[in-house]
């Protein structure tokens, strides 16, 4: 296994190297060797302020959010996909409940069906929301003003730029059945760009596909998606027309691991996550100095950061209060399992312009208050258990 770890290296270094690759270096990082040796990250030295905004409940029963299931933000506006509900609900930034924006159903300005993903595009007065098969767009007020549909299955979906979507395909379905892996298409399903040569000698071609040890960030401020999948050890962009190497970390994973992440066939890796010393990349974002990667297997979380200039390693183990399947209950944004280095608050979340987005419940909170290695800011001690999700923003310095 070490030899194939190292052939997938060096197979990075080329790809790094390669003319095609739009970024001036490609760090190969030894994310190994910082589990081993954890610390703390650096994600404080790229704050610049942090804004506290619990999300409103009044007498009117749409403000109660169960939870995030997903959120699009503005600078205006907060909107949020609950977990239980099928309706987008909207807040202002300050938290003040608006309205239910678009509500589930079959009318007019209605939504049906699953939402794998959504954004909001300010400067052009869109909100998107994409299912599995189609998109659906809105003004930002919510009147609906189009949607297209496209062959194509997929988990989540961005608009990069005028006419050019970053897919993820849906995992679970083999290459040679027709998934593409990832992507960049046109809004009428036209190629722009495809990979789906994610292989490995311990899963036969037929059965190779996407399974859910994979992790895509989004970033509009450089409208590029980050893409990472368990069975190699390049981290990819997908950004304007290419799909390009962004860097590469060592994980040095079990043959057995590279085959979960690949075998889309093998559905025994929905409840195995991995165990020991196995590792793989669930959650991912960028800020203008570091990528920053959630590490996942059964037995908890690690947090690592990549220096893009210098490929300076570190990663450090996350406080985890209660099994992953408990938390999983309490949110699907795990804005907790983060890094301590701010304060002594752990934080994670989503790049959204320049600032990093998280989410917070109540019952998430409830697990980390008895922690004695958590600091708990001021904004957050009144936060009940009939409260709503806070959103915590942190404005991220441009260099």
């Not at 990832?182 to 495809?194: N, P, R, S, V, Y």
């Not at 401020?221 to 190497?245: A, Y």
């Not at 075998?263 to 929905?270: E, G, I, Q, R, Y």
């Not at 100095?289 to 210098?310: E, I, P, T, W």
């Amino acid at each position: 296994m070490k030899k194939l770890s190292v052939s997938w290296v060096l197979l990075g270094l080329i790809a790094c190297n390669s003319p095609k690759s739009e970024l001036p270096e490609c760090p190969v990082a030894d994310i190994r060797a910082g589990i081993e040796n954890p610390e703390s990250l650096k994600l404080d030295e790229e704050i610049e302020r942090v804004d506290y905004v619990p999300l409103e409940v009044t007498s009117d029963d749409a403000s109660l959010i169960d939870g995030v299931a997903n959120y699009a933000v503005t600078d205006h506006y907060i909107y949020v996909l609950p977990v239980k509900e099928q309706r987008i609900v909207l807040f202002d930034r300050q938290g003040h409940f608006v309205k239910t924006l678009i509500p589930f159903g079959q009318g007019p300005g209605e939504f049906s069906g699953f939402v794998a993903s959504m954004q909001a595009d300010e400067k052009n007065n869109r909100l998107y929301l994409f299912s599995t098969d189609r998109a659906e767009v809105y003004t930002l007020d919510g009147e609906p003003v189009g949607h297209w549909t496209h062959d194509y299955q997929i988990i989540s979906q961005y608009q990069l730029k005028p006419d050019c979507l970053a897919a993820i395909a849906m995992p679970y379905v083999p290459f040679r059945d027709g998934s593409f892996g990832i992507g960049l298409f046109t809004e009428k399903g036209d190629t722009i760009a495809m990979k789906h040569d994610f292989s490995s000698p311990l899963v036969p071609a037929d059965k190779a596909g996407l399974t859910i040890r994979m992790a895509a960030g989004y970033s509009d401020r450089l409208q590029s998606v980050l893409f990472k999948t368990g069975s190699n050890d390049t981290v990819f962009r997908l950004s304007g027309n290419t799909i390009s190497p962004a860097c590469v970390l060592s994980l040095r994973n079990s043959d057995e691991e590279v085959a979960h992440s690949l075998d889309a066939t093998d559905f025994s890796s929905l409840r195995n996550l991995g165990s020991g010393k196995d590792y793989f990349v669930s959650d991912l974002f960028e800020t203008p100095r570091r990528y920053y990667f959630r590490l996942r297997n059964n037995d908890g979380h690690y947090v690592a950061s990549v220096d893009k200039k210098n490929g300076e390693v570190l990663v450090e183990k996350c406080e985890q209060p209660a099994p992953i399947r408990d938390l999983a209950a309490t949110t699907l944004q795990h804005g907790l399992l983060g890094t301590r280095c701010y304060r002594a608050f752990p934080i994670w979340g989503n790049r959204v312009g320049d600032e990093l987005v998280q989410v917070i419940t109540p019952a998430e909170l409830d697990y980390y208050k008895e922690s004695r290695s958590f600091s708990m800011p001021e904004q957050l001690k009144g936060v009940g258990e009939e409260s709503n999700p806070v959103f915590v923003f942190y404005k991220l310095k441009n260099s």
